[in-house]
């Protein structure tokens, strides 16, 4: 009776466990484990698996980095996976080594298929020309991340909408600074500018916090505040964030996060190797930019691009659909009304074939009670006939014969009960005929 009990009792508490399994709400989004000190490749990953534009190029069969790239994108669906064999297929040898996340990226998207990394893709053309329009230099570069300088913050912030318009900006050429033209055959003034040839679909800016210091002859890092507008402007294009790569700590010590937009419910979530949490204060609640003194890289998604025309052919799907449920009931209601006026129709024709058959039998009636009639009065004149031939016989016997008084005084007892009963006979015929007559 003991053991009976305590089972029933595990029992209890198994099936009590598996039904707060059960209930326990699903977790958006998953972390990824660290090898020791690949939280740098982790950030990345993170910012990648955001990125649905590349999800579908990457095809298994052309490239390894492309299945294993996959796979932790199918894995981070449902749980917090490893990277061992990514890092196998990017040839990172030494997982404790910490690197450069921009570098880290930069190399994953070489390893992947052309066809993915193009969304990241994009060109600047350089152009050089002296005073009288002769072009004395021209060249265009692809580029994967655009680097913003961060020198002439001096510990300040730097606005980043204004580092990258400088990029653009035109540089002049002047005095000791001339340079030398084919075509002038001579040193002449020159400007020089930077136009971006072919935006990418995805903007990656990578603020240049690593650098040399040539006074002290090392490399620093900057700490200095950044604001990181949520919308950036380049020509007539228009690009919005979505992910950041941080970095927190110094140059030799440092650990890297990352901060990314759900696609699932919009809000802001920070990946920091396994762990996930939503942020507390979400960037641009308040305002359009977000004062940050960790962002590294800034990953920025172009308005109108294949995501958006995902979206928008969806939409246009979903209208299309609308459209033919709504011929499908507008047709259903035609054929429910042809079928209404059908049935009327066959109710008409059936009522109208009642009718008809109604006077068919009517007149049926009366051909039959027309024939019945002929057969009477054929049958009532033969009747006549017979006793006006009678009658014209009986007169004819009067005619040549005694009177019945002579008759009766002459002939015998036979002979009179004989006429007798003739003369009963024409008296039953005369009131036959008599009946008849009255009939008619």
């Known amino acids: 009776m003991k053991n009976s009990g305590k089972r029933s009792l595990e029992d209890g508490r198994a099936a009590e466990r598996k039904k707060q399994k059960v209930t326990q709400p699903q977790k958006l989004h998953h972390g990824l484990y660290n090898q020791g000190a690949t939280c740098y490749l982790n950030s990345v990953l993170q910012v990648l698996f955001t990125t649905t534009e590349i999800h579908d190029r990457l095809h298994p069969k052309s490239q390894v980095t492309n299945q294993e790239l996959r796979n932790i994108f199918e894995k981070l669906e449902q749980r917090t996976c490893g990277t061992e ?12 080594e910490q690197r450069d996340a921009a570098e880290c990226l930069e190399l994953i998207l070489r390893k992947i298929s052309p066809r993915a990394s193009e969304v990241f893709l994009g060109e600047l053309r ?3 020309k002296c005073s009288k329009g002769h072009s004395i230099n021209e060249e265009t570069n692809p580029f994967w991340t655009l680097p913003l300088s961060l020198k002439d913050a001096h510990d300040t912030t730097l606005c980043v909408q204004r580092g990258l318009e400088s990029i653009f900006q035109t540089k002049s050429f002047r005095g000791d600074n001339m340079v030398y033209c084919n075509e002038c055959k001579k040193k002449t003034e020159a400007t020089s500018g930077c136009e971006m040839v072919k935006s990418p679909q995805i903007l990656t800016l990578l603020l240049k916090r690593f650098d040399f210091d040539y006074d002290t002859m090392s490399h620093v890092k900057s700490n200095c505040y950044v604001d990181v507008p949520h919308a950036l402007q380049i020509k007539n294009k228009t690009y919005k964030l979505y992910g950041m790569v941080n970095h927190m700590g110094s140059l030799r010590g440092g650990h890297y996060t990352a901060t990314v937009l759900s696609n699932e419910d919009q809000t802001w979530y920070e990946f920091d190797d396994a762990h996930v ?3 507390k204060e979400q960037p641009f609640a308040k305002s359009g930019t ?8 800034l990953v920025y998604r172009a308005s109108g691009s294949l995501r958006d ?3 928008e052919r969806q939409g246009e799907i979903h209208h299309l659909e609308e459209q033919r449920q709504y011929r499908l009931e507008h047709k259903r209601t035609f054929k429910e009304r042809d079928a209404d006026y059908k049935e009327i129709r066959q109710n008409q024709e059936s009522r109208g074939q009642t009718r008809k058959e109604r006077k068919k039998e009517a007149l049926s009636h009366q051909v039959r009670g027309e024939e019945r009639d ?3 009065e054929m049958n009532v004149s033969t009747l006549n006939r017979n006793v006006i031939e009678e009658e014209a016989l009986l007169h004819q016997n009067q005619n040549t014969s005694y009177s019945s008084k002579h008759l009766d005084s002459r002939t015998t007892p036979e002979e009179r009960t004989q006429r007798s009963k003739k003369e009963e006979g024409d008296e039953k015929g005369w009131e ?6 009255e009939f008619n």
């Open 85 to 96: 064999n990514l890092t196998r297929s990017l040839d990172i040898k030494n997982v404790n």
């Open 290 to 297: 977000y004062n940050s003194s960790t962002a590294y890289l």
């Open 309 to 311: 025309k995902v979206k």
């Open 277 to 279: 949490k939503k942020v």
């Open 374 to 376: 002929e057969i009477r």
């Open 432 to 437: 036959l005929s008599t009946t008849l007559q």
């Open 126 to 128: 350089y152009t050089t």
